[in-house]
């Protein structure tokens, strides 16, 4: 007899295969919007994309790689960890690179992972963490937070014997809040051995705080603990879907058994190879946000809006609950004069954007037209 909280199949779809229990339950991931209206000039400012585009040394990499389209790329992409293990100091034998962090983080639940099995996040953390939890077979379990910032203790009250897996992004996307490191480490050592700790340093590069450490570190001493890191955001890199892993040995070998033979493409090995090198790009890509973010801080609360303290490439803006004056309603009004911006409702802030820092152009057009919005 099916369970009453079960879909019963219809004599339609008996007629074809059907996926397991639990992928229909999966809510499909939503990218940012990528267009404006007609006639305007466009400022996409949903994604977190850097306003300064790619390394121009990156660009003449994946040019020179066009002649060679026909050829298998690296399967195990050696030049690129040792790379990125030359430029942070790490050993590339416990290095993983995958299409963009998001694949890791899927082999990670696909590897540690399955029916009867739970994992935790933070309640506005990644949606990438409930859809790889979910495909593993696994529960998500959400853990609130404390002032729009991952909650220790409250993540610790929620381990118990089925936990295998814990997921904090740090920044955290899409509230901008992070963790001090102590907070890390004290999250750490509360955990049980067999626990796996993966701490997501998607926006890593661009914090600026003395108390904040990206995992490195943990990282490489710990049995338990999986850093993550993209080449999507500062780096420039989000078209080509490019990342890594770093973490104990024996859990990249779990990792390279699962993961498809030739995950990440030849044009990524190559930009990233260089992206990774040029520490100047880097540089001005920091000096970038740490000129406009706490300018568009500043102004949109002269406007009257409440903006979530934020230390990676982007801010939450919380809008009065006011007829007319609510974030959807801004949304429409910023999409009509070529502002796109992100609403994160699914992430479970109805009531506020997420704004990219952009160029600036693209940040003064945004407080301009946010205050006519607001009269």
């Known amino acids: 007899m099916n369970d009453v909280t079960t879909p019963v199949a219809s004599d339609e779809t008996r007629k074809r295969p059907q996926p397991r229990p639990g992928v229909l339950d999966i809510a499909a991931y939503v990218p940012g919007k990528s267009k404006g209206s ?9 994604s977190n994309e850097t306003p300064l585009g790619a390394s121009e040394k990156a660009k003449a990499a994946l040019a020179a790689v066009a002649d060679h389209l026909e050829l298998y790329p690296d399967g195990a992409s050696s030049a690129l960890r040792e790379a990125i293990g030359e430029v942070y100091g790490l050993n590339p034998d416990r290095l993983v690179c995958g299409a963009g962090s998001d694949e890791i983080l899927s082999l990670l639940s696909y590897a540690y992972l399955g029916p009867g099995d739970e994992a935790i996040y933070s309640e506005h953390g990644f949606l990438v963490y409930d859809i790889a939890i979910k495909a593993a077979g696994a529960t998500p379990v959400v853990a609130p937070e404390k002032d729009l910032t991952t909650d220790v203790d409250a993540i610790l009250e929620r381990v ?62 710990a049995e338990n603990v999986v850093m993550t890191r993209t080449f ?38 190559a930009a990233g190879i260089e992206a990774v090198k040029d520490k100047a790009f880097v540089e001005q890509a920091v000096d970038h946000n740490e000129k406009w973010l706490p300018w568009v801080t500043a102004e949109l609360e002269k406007l009257g809006l409440e903006v979530t303290p934020s230390v990676g490439n982007f801010v939450l803006i919380h809008f009065p609950d006011t007829d007319g ?23 479970g802030l109805p009531n506020a954007l997420r704004m ?3 160029s600036d152009e693209a940040n003064r057009a945004v407080v301009a037209h946010l205050a006519e919005f607001l009269g």
Do not use: Q
Request: glycine letters at 10%.
């Open 38 to 46: 007609k006639g305007v000039t466009l400022h996409k400012l949903s």
């Open 325 to 347: 004056k609510r974030a959807a309603d801004a949304d429409a009004y910023l999409l009509e004069r070529g502002c796109v911006l992100r609403l994160v409702g699914n992430y």
């Open 160 to 221: 118990n014997e089925r936990t295998k897996m814990v997921f904090i992004a740090n920044p955290n996307n899409p509230t901008g809040t992070y963790l001090p490191f102590e907070e890390v480490r004290r999250l750490h050592a509360g955990l049980p051995p067999h626990v796996l700790l993966v701490l997501d340093a998607a926006y890593a590069e661009y914090v600026r705080r003395n108390d904040y450490e990206s995992g490195v570190e943990l990282a490489a001493t």
């Open 232 to 269: 999507s955001k500062i780096y420039g890199l989000a078209n080509l879907r490019l990342g890594w892993g770093f973490g104990p040995a024996h859990v990249m070998d779990a990792l390279n058994r699962i993961r498809g033979p030739f995950n990440v493409n030849g044009p990524a090995i």
């Open 356 to 358: 990219s820092i952009g």
